[in-house]
Structures are given as C-alpha cells and as structure tokens.
C-alpha cells in the first residue's frame, strides 16, 4: 500500500530538498501561530514554495480563521495547498476555492472525542481533505498541531472510514510508529514535524527511517 507522506515545518530551501530527496510527497510550511513549532516568515514560504518542483505539494499552513485572510495569507505564499489549522469563523470554503481555483484546501481536525468525527464527516463534504492530528484550539494558548503527541487512531479510523475525501493522519508519528498507525488507520497520507527531526534539525536517517517504514507490504 502506498500511502504518501508530508513532511511538515520546512524552514528552507535546502530541507525541502532533504525531504524531497528522501521521499516527501509534500512539504509543510509553517505561517504565524499562537504555538507550536517551525513557523517561517511568509517571504521565506513564497520563496521555498517557488524553488519546489511538480509533482510535490506545498501546504501553507494558516491560522487564519475568515476566508478573507486565508486568501490574502495564500497570495503572499502561492503555495499550491492551504492547510487551515483553526475552524472557519467567517465565510466559507467555496469563497476561498472561487477566489484560488486552482489550490487545493486541506483542513485541520484536532481529534479530540467524538465531537471531532462528528466536525470531521460534516466537513469532509467541503475540503480537498482532511488533516488528522493532535492539539486542542479549546485552551487559551490555542495548541493547532505540531504537539509531537499520538491522539486516539480509533476516533481518527472512524473518520476515515466516513470520510468524503482523502485523510492525512498527524500527531506523534515517528519512525517507531508510522506503521502501526497506517495499519490501523489506513489513512491517504502521514504527516510528521517533529518525529523526524534532532534539536529542531531535519534528520535525514529518522527521515529515511520514517518513509521506508511507512512502505505497507
């Protein structure tokens, strides 16, 4: 089974590269957030974003929460995906996919009980797919991922199999684990950050380590 993987919190030109080289299917590059690791100046996202070749995927991730600012977030980036990490509190998603037809719109779900599969089945309706992955924008300081915690796989497997578009699952994967989670999840894709990574620095044999795991036979 081949199932794709993102590598997320990308601070440059050169990692990106790391990553591709080792077999990213998308990169994650980290906007402003309230928390969290890896975020970048949006200059710096437009110019990794440039360098990328096709067929790889460039996720912006935004905090932003009205459609509005999302698409002025995505046109000082032009990543070719927008991971939003915080639910909608104004407009919607088609103004977004009107606005930017041809960027592809990935949302967060912070897989808490079963109040997320509920949120996760309503909105599969509406994005290009669904993110899965650990945090809680509840609390004061909104935690919106990067967390380096595994979540519940069995709320996130409910999701899956209900789902109306694809399911990247996130949160706590590592060379360790990422297969037992994509048996037990069967998900699109994984994502990683921190699991990959030494002092904050891309680990190219963790990498290599993840994406061959990650190979179900």
Same mark, same amino acid.
């Given at each position: ?37 890896? $975020? ?12 990328? $070749? ?132 069967? $998900? ?30």
């Amino acid at each position: 089974m081949k199932v794709r993987i993102k590598i997320c919190c990308i601070s440059s030109i050169a990692e990106a590269f790391t990553a591709i080289e080792l077999g990213a299917d998308a990169i994650g590059l980290v906007g402003k957030m309230p928390s969290g690791p890896g $975020p970048i100046p949006d200059e710096i996202i437009r110019q990794i974003a440039q360098k990328v $070749p096709p067929p790889i995927a460039t996720f912006l991730l935004t905090s932003e929460t009205t459609a509005t600012e999302i698409i002025k977030h995505h046109n000082r980036t032009n990543t070719n995906t927008i991971q939003i990490v915080d639910l909608l509190s104004d407009g919607t998603y088609s103004q977004i996919k009107e606005a930017l037809p041809s960027v592809k719109i990935v949302q967060v779900i912070h897989v808490i009980d079963y109040k997320s599969v509920d949120l996760a089945i309503r909105l599969s309706e509406n994005v290009d797919a669904l993110l899965l992955d650990s945090g809680n924008p509840n609390l004061r300081i909104k935690e919106l991922g990067g967390t380096g915690r595994v979540h519940n796989w069995k709320l996130s497997r409910q999701i899956r199999d209900n789902s109306k578009c694809p399911i990247f699952l996130a949160g706590g994967l590592n060379p360790d684990n990422v297969k037992q989670a994509i048996e037990e999840v069967k $998900p699109y894709a994984v994502d990683v950050c921190s699991g990959v990574r030494t002092d904050g620095v891309l680990d190219k044999n963790k990498l290599s380590a993840f994406v061959t795991n990650s190979i179900i036979t």
